[in-house]
């Protein structure tokens, strides 16, 4: 399988800084009826001090992924829906992210991040998506597969695949932790698919080998991109296909399918992430529908951080 790497978001290199009052706290405890303790807020709304501490403690600062994903434009949304006027959104790459994620938990300091699931992530880290009660990121998207036209005259078999498949998130996620726990992603892809035979005859039942026709996959460079483009492309080889899978940002990756440029896509998320994408581009692509339902985008944050909703943030 051969590997083509253009047009991915480079990461940057990203720096938390908490942000310390200084001052010292005037002593607010007092003795109840009980003779228990009771420590009184100086403000008389908790909820307020413990959003705008968190806040300064990550210098009012969302840690995001790639300029062109739609987690991104929904998160500067976000912003404006809820007034975050006080907030910023950091955009770097994934790679990047997870980073700045893991830092801050080996640290067990205080970080927020955009995120989504499927992925390893949440398996690795115990994390909570803040509530969002307005709506704004929306109640939940599908991945789905596109191909582009022609493709089922030129490669039925290839075609067919595409057209087949179909997991769940348990499945992508056993991948990607495979792959973040250092294995090679191809390996990686390689080891479910040998793993999981009973699964990927449903989506070969009956077709035909080829004789190293080439097919060329694009996805946008996200970890759980990169499983399901990795694991698909080991299913074209073992039919014979001779796969080149090729990384770009999200407005190429449609742009490359509909020019014809490129043979396929199991990385669209829809119906928000790249519905403006879609919109563009629908008329030029072949839909094949789902082949992950269930997937999530929206703020995320450690579990022992104290707030619960993006209102919280305010």
């Known amino acids: 399988m051969k590997l083509k790497k253009f047009g991915v978001v480079t990461g940057l290199s990203l720096a938390l800084i908490a942000a310390g009052c200084g001052a010292e706290e005037e002593d607010t405890t007092e003795i109840d009826e009980n003779g228990d303790e009771d420590q009184v807020e100086e403000n008389g709304d908790g909820e307020e001090e413990a959003g705008s501490d968190f806040g300064e403690e990550v210098d009012y600062t969302i840690t995001g992924i790639d300029a062109g994903a739609g987690v991104t434009a929904s998160t500067e949304e976000v912003l404006e829906a809820y007034d975050l006027e006080d907030w910023s959104l950091q955009t770097s790459s994934g790679a990047a992210m997870t980073q700045a994620l893991g830092d801050a938990f080996d640290n067990e300091e205080p970080i927020i991040v955009t995120g989504w699931n499927p992925h390893w992530k949440f398996a690795e880290y115990d994390l909570k998506y803040l509530e969002d009660t307005q709506g704004t990121f929306g109640e939940g998207e599908d991945i789905q597969t596109f191909a582009r036209q022609g493709l089922e005259e030129d490669h039925p ?158």
Not at 165 to 172: A, K, L, S
Not at 194 to 212: C, H, K, P, Q, R
Not at 274 to 288: C, R
């Open 157 to 314: 078999e290839a075609f067919e695949v595409l057209d087949n498949f179909y997991w769940e998130g348990e499945n992508m996620n056993e991948v990607m932790l495979n792959i973040n726990e250092g294995a090679d992603e191809e390996e990686a892809a390689r080891d479910w698919v040998d793993a999981n035979e009973d699964m990927v005859s449903e989506w070969t039942n009956g077709l035909d080998a080829v004789d190293g026709e080439e097919i060329e996959l694009v996805y946008v460079a996200w970890d759980s991109e990169i499983a399901s483009t990795n694991v698909v492309a080991q299913v074209l080889e073992d039919l014979g296909y001779d796969v080149t899978i090729t990384p770009l940002e999200a407005p190429y990756m449609f742009q490359s399918v509909a020019a014809g440029d490129a043979d396929g896509m199991v990385a669209a998320w829809l119906p928000i992430t790249h519905e403006h994408l879609l919109e563009d581009f629908e008329d030029d692509i072949v839909s094949l529908g789902v082949n992950l339902e269930g997937a999530q985008t929206g703020l995320v944050v450690p579990e022992y951080v104290d707030i619960d909703s993006i209102e919280d943030l305010k």
